[in-house]
């Protein structure tokens, strides 16, 4: 690992060499982390040495994982980065209607959510393969129809962000009581 990181000190320069083993050193698991240090390729690739595919990752393939991670470090060492939903927004042409229908569907399922925000962490918006997902799942959250229990679960996703007091649900609720 420590000769990847030494070529892209000669390459990009130390700061990105340091920008990219704190990267590593917060995230070891990560895909990217495992690439640089040439683990988690598949058991056959190790088995020999000396020829192409033989050893794990190729130097190349390596050195070309870790000059992404220099240069999108901020998706990783951001302490609020920016996230899946900043890029909805920019599709949806902040459209509010639009936005809120895809970000209800996201806090109705904070499983699809988490995937989505490692996978933009990962792999940002570069790039049409990395796009073209992205906006499927947008796709997916637009035309998928929501239940009551799924529209109640976004709702009191959103209610944690502001006080109970100004909620719409609390609104909703007097007004149930009242009448």
């Given at each position: 690992?420590y000769?990847?990181l ?6 990009m320069?130390r700061p990105?060499?340091?920008r ?17 240090k ?6 056959w690739?190790?088995k ?5 595919g ?5 130097d190349?393939?390596?050195l070309g ?5 220099a240069?999108?470090a901020?998706r990783y060492?951001?302490?609020y980065p ?6 909805v927004?920019?599709?949806?042409d ?12 996201f806090?109705a ?6 995937s ?9 918006s570069?790039?049409?393969w990395?796009?073209?997902?992205l906006?499927d ?5 637009e ?14 996703s959103?209610v944690g962000?502001?006080p ?8 909703y609720?007097?007004?149930?009581f009242?009448?």
């Amino acid at each position: 690992m420590y000769g990847i990181l030494s070529q892209l000190a000669k390459k990009m320069g130390r700061p990105a060499m340091k920008r990219v083993l704190e990267i590593i050193k917060q995230n070891p698991n990560s895909r990217p982390a495992q690439i640089i240090k040439n683990e988690g390729a598949p058991n056959w690739w190790y088995k020999g040495g000396g020829k192409e595919g033989w050893g794990g990752y190729s130097d190349e393939s390596r050195l070309g994982r870790a000059m992404h991670l220099a240069e999108g470090a901020d998706r990783y060492l951001n302490p609020y980065p920016g996230t899946f939903m900043n890029y909805v927004r920019g599709k949806v042409d902040n459209d509010p209607q639009r936005f809120k229908k895809v970000s209800d569907f996201f806090r109705a399922n904070p499983d699809k959510r988490k995937s989505m925000d490692d996978w933009y962490k990962e792999m940002g918006s570069e790039g049409w393969w990395g796009r073209k997902f992205l906006d499927d799942m947008i796709q997916e959250a637009e035309t998928t129809p929501m239940g009551i229990e799924e529209l109640a679960r976004a709702e009191l996703s959103r209610v944690g962000k502001k006080p109970y007091t100004t909620s719409a649900v609390n609104r909703y609720l007097t007004k149930a009581f009242n009448d």
